[in-house]
């Protein structure tokens, strides 16, 4: 179950990426967040977003159109 | 691999009309949320994106023949008929029209979630990225330095070089 959840419903790129490390920055290491997209280019996008940065993506699904990453906070 | 042992980027930005605003500060605010450190080196035209007042910013359709233009509104036929290469290079002479084009493409922006301008630009400056304005064509094209946002500093190429000697993202928009 994710400690935060961000919705970045209707939001184009980079948008989703800069919401997701302000979101990550306010919480502690080892907590996880979950953000949810309708851009379909941010499934390439937070991949890289957390290789560079060394956070966890611990799953992507899909479910008509959005999209719900969980990340943790490494 | 992560970017921490080499992780400076700067970017000279040259241009000055609204469509081109936006690559430095996309890469830019994407560049420091992935951990990096960044660098915008403003000159010439560029220097329009620093200013508090960006309400003159716009798109050029004359010389511009890429630019697809689309209504982002009306019915389903309508919008899907590229306008771009269909109108002369004379139809953008007709005083407004340049307005128009600069008011089709924020509301095309908007439909599809893009950011704004100024909501980009400050993005970086809460992220830290640095912002410095060319001196010398803020003096040659005689700028007041008080029409600039805060946060920007001032300085020449030399500066430019001292903060792209390490790194190996360099990029020239």
Redo the contacts between chains.
């Keep these: 179950m994710a400690d935060e959840t961000l919705d970045a419903s209707g939001l184009n790129c980079p948008l989703p990426i800069l919401k997701t490390k302000k979101a990550l920055s306010k919480m502690d290491v080892g907590k996880i967040l979950d953000v949810i997209s309708t851009d379909a280019g941010s499934v390439k996008d937070i991949e890289a977003f957390c290789n560079q940065t060394g956070n966890k993506l611990i799953s992507t699904t899909e479910d008509s159109g959005k999209y719900i990453f969980t990340i943790e906070k490494v | ?4 042992e080499n992780n400076k980027m700067t970017i000279i930005a040259t241009k000055g009309t609204f469509d081109w605003a936006f690559p430095p500060f ?1 890469i830019a ?2 560049g420091v ?3 990096k450190e960044v660098t915008i080196f403003f000159t010439f035209y560029g220097l329009n994106l620093l200013l508090k007042d960006t309400s003159k910013l716009r798109v050029s359709p004359i010389g511009n023949p890429s630019m697809p233009m689309k209504l982002p509104f009306g019915p389903k036929w309508l919008q899907k008929i590229d306008f771009g290469p269909k109108l002369p290079n004379l139809f953008w002479q007709i005083p407004g029209t340049e307005w128009l084009a600069t008011y089709l493409m924020k509301k095309t922006m908007a439909k ?4 704004k301008m100024e909501e ?1 630009r400050s ?1 970086c400056q809460e ?1 830290d990225v640095k912002f410095i304005a060319c001196d010398m064509t803020v003096d040659l094209f005689g700028y007041d330095k008080a029409d600039f946002i805060d946060g920007v500093e001032f300085a020449g190429a030399a500066m430019y070089f001292d903060e792209a000697a390490s790194g190996d993202h360099h990029l020239y928009m």
């Design positions: 691999m992560t970017a921490k996309i605010s994407t949320a992935m951990d599809h979630g893009v950011a980009l993005m992220f």
